[in-house]
């Protein structure tokens, strides 16, 4: 699948890694992908979320507002029976204020130590990333770009990084929509195959006599 990817989505692959290092955590999942592609100046992603008003500011902001990469999921907790926000209030009753989120800041502390070490994609990031594929096919584009990364994240419904999307188009006056309008006005050439450059022969003719 990679081979298909286009430059810009190869750099939100990569980038997503240094988004993690500088986050200190330990895995990859969506939301580095997605603040990965936001940072990327002329990426068909962020040019599609420039155009409905969502900077690289607004999603790190909603990232956080949606609790960050806690590796405590609280929806997922829940389908458990396991109130997260009751966990937490006992843990502070036990162990003080802010407990949780000291063990968690303990956490990524351990990963920014770990240094420039291989940092692996949690399903979820794979997940984006198989979508991304799906996208590019109903786009009918032989290339796999960020605007295709972008529309993936949106459609992994449930996850950290749709609903710091979601925040940040709403806070932006635009939704779903607005934003795969964006992406459909992309220009063509982003969803071309590169080209190698034609080599030029050698020309005909005499030279200056």
Do not use: N
């Not at 997503?16 to 895995?27: F, K, M, P």
């Not at 909603?62 to 926000?85: K, N, Q, R, T």
């Not at 032989?142 to 806070?171: C, F, N, P």
Request: aromatic fraction near 2%; glycine fraction near 12%; include cysteine.
């Amino acid at each position: 699948m990679f081979e298909r990817f286009a430059a810009d989505a190869r750099e939100t692959v990569v980038g997503a890694q240094e988004v993690a290092r500088e986050r200190g955590d330990d895995t990859i999942d969506g939301v580095h992908l997605l603040l990965s592609l936001a940072r990327q100046e002329g990426g068909a992603g962020a040019a599609a979320l420039g155009a409905v008003g969502v900077s690289p500011a607004d999603l790190e902001r909603e990232v956080d507002a949606a609790g960050g990469l806690d590796p405590l999921d609280g929806p997922a907790l829940a389908a458990l029976g396991i109130d997260l926000d009751q966990v937490r209030a006992r843990t502070d009753a036990a162990f003080g204020p802010g407990a949780l989120d000291r063990a968690a800041d303990d956490a990524r502390g351990r990963g920014r130590r770990r240094g420039r070490a291989h940092i692996p994609f949690t399903p979820e990031a794979k997940k984006v990333l198989e979508l991304s594929l799906r996208e590019a096919v109903h786009d009918a584009s032989r290339v796999i770009d960020s605007g295709h990364v972008l529309a993936a994240v949106a459609r992994s419904t449930g996850s950290t990084a749709h609903r710091a999307l979601t925040g940040a188009l709403t806070a932006a006056g635009s939704d779903d929509a607005g934003l795969r309008a964006a992406l459909s006005t992309r220009p063509s050439a982003a969803s071309c195959p590169a080209r190698r450059p034609a080599r030029r022969g050698r020309a005909r003719g005499g030279g200056a006599g």
